[in-house]
């Protein structure tokens, strides 16, 4: 088979690869190293989504009511338009009841799983995860809920999705509750093929399993790529999640949103709406304007055909990710694993201890990279996420000691 299967031991030395990572960043932060950083981006920021008249509202004017309590499930002018974008893409009849806001997409996987997993007061709940992915999401089911979680990484560089129906039986074999995808994957933003995701969906309909799809890398896709539904995907057993925390770089905002059956939303005192009420309530009138204005930029693009007005900063970052591939691809030690969407590029390099060894020296030169170990792939075989979404004079910085540090004799 082209994967590796793992289970919550080795799932949590996957968790804890990013806390010797993020150990080694506090020591640089206090150093005072760094001057760029590739880590997270920032593609767009508060003040280009809130013109004045936005931000007058939050303290100046007031032009309508600000509900902070009693909208626990999410302002509604933020969930229709997310319910007209949805619709508008994939044929489906997505209805108010079916949206939920939550506080960033990784709080709403949690808030997901917890609610899923009280439909098995019963027995212990096992979660198959088609990886690579970001193993931090299952710390709270493993730690807190004593969930069993199966992974199941495809990471041998000869793409990181299922490819046939057999391989799709082959995971259900192990008889989950839940099977978590996401669609595309993080770090190399592979999309799951759409044939195969249906056949999941409808597999696991069958078989009383739920299908919790993360969305979150799906932004700034390849030419010929996208994200591949129809109607099928409004399936009872299926849960959404998204944000624009990677779409836009909006990840401050801490808002993020879940598609569901409404038996699965609920209301204030049932479903995900119950979990979220004294955690977030509604979110912050910025946020919510920031998201509106955006949801209603994509949707004026796709019914109107008009062009977005953030399309120059949208090719500004194929720029970007052209110039670190052309500049990285004259290096013989380092593997380009092209992406289908999100603005990580995600490279292998050879000849080099592992991926941490690689993010410290890079930050004892002043940059930030993302180890791979964390998402699934073993450190030795050094695989970094590099993310373009960044200012062209961070860029060249942290590319100029990533080769100087491939380039150094031993």
Not at 214 to 235: C, H, R, T, V
Request: charged residues 30%; hydrophobic residues 40%.
């Amino acid at each position: 088979m082209r994967y590796i299967v793992v289970r919550n031991e080795q799932i949590n030395k996957r968790m804890r690869a990013f806390n010797e990572y993020y150990s080694l960043l506090r020591e640089a932060i206090e150093k005072g190293n760094l001057k760029s950083s590739l880590d997270r981006g920032a593609f767009t920021h508060p003040r280009q989504i809130l013109n004045r008249d936005i931000i007058n509202s939050l303290g100046l004017k007031r032009h309508r009511i600000s509900l902070g309590y009693g909208q626990e499930v999410g302002e509604d002018i933020v969930r229709k338009k997310i319910v007209e974008r949805e619709n508008l893409i994939h044929g489906t009849d997505y209805k108010l009841e079916n949206v939920a806001l939550v506080a960033g997409a990784w709080f709403g996987v949690e808030v997901v799983i917890e609610e899923i997993v009280q439909k098995f007061k019963n027995k212990k709940t096992k979660i198959a995860v088609i990886g690579p992915t970001h193993y931090q999401l299952f710390q709270r089911p493993i730690e807190v809920l004593g969930l069993e979680i199966v992974g199941f990484d495809f990471v041998n560089f000869k793409g990181s999705t299922p490819k046939t129906k057999e391989e799709i039986d082959q995971i259900l074999k192990c008889k989950p509750d839940v099977v978590f995808v996401t669609n595309p994957n993080n770090p190399i933003g592979e999309y799951f093929p759409s044939d195969l995701l249906k056949y999941l969906v409808s597999t696991c309909k069958i078989r009383n399993i739920f299908v919790i799809i993360d969305e979150m890398q799906n932004f700034l896709p390849a030419e010929g790529k996208k994200l591949n539904y129809a109607k099928w995907i409004q399936s009872k057993n299926v849960v959404r999640i998204d944000s624009f925390s990677k779409h836009y770089a909006l990840a401050e905002y801490r808002v993020g949103w879940v598609i569901a059956d409404k038996s699965i939303i609920g209301s204030r005192y049932t479903g995900i709406t119950q979990h979220v009420r004294g955690l977030m309530g509604n979110a912050p009138r910025a946020a919510n304007d920031a998201i509106v204005k955006l949801l209603d930029i994509e949707i004026n693009e796709i019914k109107n055909k008009v062009e977005n007005p953030l399309r120059l900063k949208i090719k500004g970052l194929y720029k970007k990710e052209n110039y670190i591939i052309k500049l990285l691809a004259k290096n013989p030690k380092i593997e380009i694993i092209h992406r289908d969407a999100c603005f990580n590029l995600t490279i292998r390099i050879k000849d080099f201890p592992n991926d941490i060894e690689m993010s410290r020296q890079l930050m004892d030169r002043g940059t930030l990279i993302m180890p791979c170990t964390g998402y699934g792939y073993r450190t030795e075989d050094v695989v970094m996420r590099i993310t373009f979404a960044e200012r062209w004079s961070r860029i060249k910085h942290s590319m100029t000691i990533l080769t100087d540090i491939l380039n150094k004799k031993k």
